[in-house]
């Protein structure tokens, strides 16, 4: 099977964990266009989606999928959303496609968050994929500082702005041994939006897509 065909075996399998009349939280990225694309097979199932990218939401538009705002929710029950890498703990890397900001919104909204991935993305400790973070244009040569402080080689991420206007910072040589600690100490520094580490909003579930099906790791 293709990384693709993996990839949307899992987007149809997380169709189990809708829950019928409610809105569904949806994320970001080429596994979760398969998810968008099985829930237009189903989309009276549900009352709409809080989207976490313009991407997003047009895709959910196109299948004929309402598309609500953030603030005209309360709760979500459920969050889906791909992941760069994910450990043995829920913890993951995510901003591969810049979309993290919004992403931690959304799934801070959720009561559960279900990641859907394909088996690429399983890791033991977080770090190989380059940490992306969300920062404010201004600060972007001292957070690169800070971060070679810390062992990392942060690069900004050519031209891209994310939906909300910022840079996009990579960080690669991290070994994120506890991503509680550094997600809450990466946040505090001055200009850092968000970074893509998701401990505080880990998953609690997850479905990878494996040639021998999708597994089913709960956290
Ligand atoms: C976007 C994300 C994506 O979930 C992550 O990059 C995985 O993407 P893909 O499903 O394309 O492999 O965090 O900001």
Not at 32 to 46: C, E, G, K, P, S
Not at 80 to 87: L, P, Q, R, Y
Not at 189 to 213: D, M, S, Y
Request: overall charge neutral; proline content about 4%; charged content about 20%.
């Amino acid at each position: 099977m293709t990384p693709d065909e993996l990839k949307a075996q899992v987007g149809r399998a997380a169709l189990e964990y809708l829950v019928d009349g409610a809105v569904v939280g949806v994320g970001t990225g080429s596994t979760v266009n398969h998810f968008i694309d099985a829930l237009a097979t189903v989309r009276q199932r549900v009352a709409g989606a809080v989207s976490s990218s313009v991407a997003s939401t047009t895709r959910l538009r196109a299948a004929g999928i309402e598309v609500l705002e953030a603030d005209q929710v309360e709760r979500i029950p459920v969050y889906i959303d791909g992941a760069d890498e994910i450990d043995g703990h829920g913890f993951m890397i995510k901003g591969g496609g810049a979309a993290l900001t919004r992403e931690k919104i959304v799934a801070d909204l959720a009561d559960r968050f279900v990641c859907i991935a394909d088996q690429s993305k399983q890791v033991a400790v977080l770090g190989r994929f380059p940490l992306p973070v969300e920062v404010i244009p201004m600060a972007v040569a001292q957070v690169v500082r800070r971060f070679a402080r810390l062992g990392g080689q942060a690069v900004q991420r050519g031209r891209v702005v994310t939906d909300n206007g910022n840079a996009i910072v990579d960080v690669s040589g991290l070994a994120i041994r506890d991503p509680l600690a550094m997600e809450t100490e990466i946040n505090q520094w001055p200009g850092v939006v968000t970074v893509g580490i998701f401990a505080r909003h880990k998953a609690q579930i997850c479905l990878l897509g494996t040639p021998e099906g999708v597994k089913t790791l709960r956290f």
